[in-house]
């Protein structure tokens, strides 16, 4: 499956998908989904100039033989080469997606649903399935598994709110992991609410090497975080 914008240029492409479509659209004539589903996509997470969140979504290179462990972390070496540590190889797409902004992302979804113009307006559910998913941060990329994350959008008359909840692969099994996403009109901010249990730092300590102290922890923990981006994409 893969996405376009008006002028063409791919937003998204994933190897395959599940989608249901809107029974309220169709009685309006129009093809709209309700839930979309995405298997086995490869997202690629980064940060953008402004200080935001950037989200590239596309297909999984061809396999090559061999599983990949739960996580991995690849260190980017000279002239572009890399390398993956507890992983597959890492490779790059000659042809990949279009990075998406996360905020203004949101904030189109919200205007399309307040003037109820776009085929957006109809969708209630996002997921992944099977997905990979690599952070890059600095001079590293953290790379996770995601067995399955289902994000829910819920628009109310003044508000639009985003919870998302699912598993994060690691060597020590998987862990929970939900957030929540609430637009604040007053402030001009998007406030994100984050949430982790059943967490080993242990077995993510390669993804957590700028915090001392995380292999030392072998036992499961839990605990919340909260980040909050301008609207304006900073």
């Given at each position: ?55 590239a979504v596309s297909r999984p ?85 995601i067995p399955g994350f289902a ?84």
């Amino acid at each position: 499956l893969r996405i376009k914008d008006g002028t063409g240029v791919i937003l998204a492409e994933t190897p395959l998908a599940g989608i249901s479509l809107s029974g309220a659209a169709l009685l309006r004539g129009r093809l709209a989904p309700v839930s979309v589903e995405f298997i086995r996509p490869r997202l690629r997470l980064t940060a953008t100039q402004e200080g935001g969140l950037a989200l590239a979504v596309s297909r999984p290179p061809e396999a090559t033989g061999g599983g990949a462990l739960p996580s991995a972390i690849v260190r980017r070496g000279p002239a572009g080469a890399s390398s993956a540590v507890g992983g597959a190889p890492a490779t790059a797409a000659a042809d990949s997606p279009r990075p998406i902004d996360l905020v203004a992302a949101f904030r189109r979804t919200v205007a399309d649903f307040r003037q109820n113009e776009a085929a957006s307006t109809y969708l209630r559910e996002f997921g992944v399935r099977d997905a990979t998913l690599t952070i890059a941060h600095g001079d590293q990329e953290t790379v996770w598994q995601i067995p399955g994350f289902a994000i829910d959008v819920q628009h109310f008359q003044k508000r639009s709110v985003i919870v998302g909840e699912g598993l994060i692969g690691s060597t020590a099994g998987p862990w929970g992991l939900s957030f929540r996403t609430t637009e604040s009109n007053k402030f001009k901010t998007l406030q994100i609410e984050i949430e982790f249990a059943e967490l080993v730092p242990r077995a993510i300590a390669s993804q957590l090497a700028f915090l001392p102290g995380v292999s030392l922890i072998d036992m499961p923990v839990a605990g919340r975080a909260s980040i909050a981006f301008a609207l304006d994409g900073g």
